[in-house]
């Protein structure tokens, strides 16, 4: 039949219609209703330490004002910690994989010999995260006005072994800064980073 015939059939151009519906359907089914929130170290891992500030405590902290945010905005959140405990970085990316329509977002501060450095940095290890993370880095940026020290690649595992999904690796200040470990010591300045992080991922939602 020629295929002028073909489409002039009432019932195969539903048909087509119906087939040019469901391939757009992937291009929809990519936006995440779910946020894979990682609070960096714990337990015996206490990550960058000065004194009794610890970076596990700071991130822990953080990630939970973070998921608290999210939920608002209505986001389904999964939290690889919500206590002090030790969580080894292959069951940290193992959760990163453990769903789709999901992104992973890991929450650290950093650390330099010295107590030079300052500011915000966000990771990306493949090129299909850096959307995410230069959202991210700008909103807490513009957030918390700190130092923007770059939206950059890296190979950490967290980033690295989570393979299904978008997944970056926040690093919200230095914990060795003694101007920013201040400021971190406040809640009212991780409500900030918080606020930053969880702007950033719903306008990368919006923007998907
Ligand atoms: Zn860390």
Do not use: W
Not at 141 to 152: A, D, E, F, L
């Amino acid at each position: 039949m020629p295929i002028s015939r073909f489409l002039n059939t009432p019932r195969t151009f539903s048909a087509l219609v119906l087939l040019s519906c469901s391939l757009l359907l992937p291009a929809f089914a990519t936006a995440f209703d779910t946020v894979i929130l990682d609070a960096g170290h714990g337990a015996h891992d206490r990550g960058a330490a000065i004194g009794y500030v610890y970076e596990k405590h700071l991130a822990l902290d953080t990630a939970r004002r973070v998921e608290q945010l999210l939920k608002k905005a209505g986001l389904k959140v999964i939290m690889s910690r919500s206590r002090d405990v030790f969580i080894p970085l292959q069951d940290r990316s193992r959760l990163g994989n453990s769903r789709g329509n999901a992104i992973f977002v890991s929450i650290h501060y950093n650390y330099n010999r010295g107590g030079s450095g300052a500011g915000v940095e966000t990771y990306y290890h493949r090129s299909s995260s850096y959307t995410l993370a230069a959202y991210i880095q700008a909103y807490l940026v513009q957030r918390t006005k700190m130092t923007h020290r770059g939206v950059k690649s890296a190979s950490f595992h967290v980033i690295r072994e989570t393979t299904r999904n978008p997944a970056v690796l926040v690093e919200c200040g230095f914990v060795s800064n003694p101007s920013e470990r201040a400021r971190m010591m406040t809640g009212e300045f991780r409500s900030r980073i918080a606020e930053g992080i969880a702007q950033g991922i719903v306008a990368y939602r919006k923007a998907d």
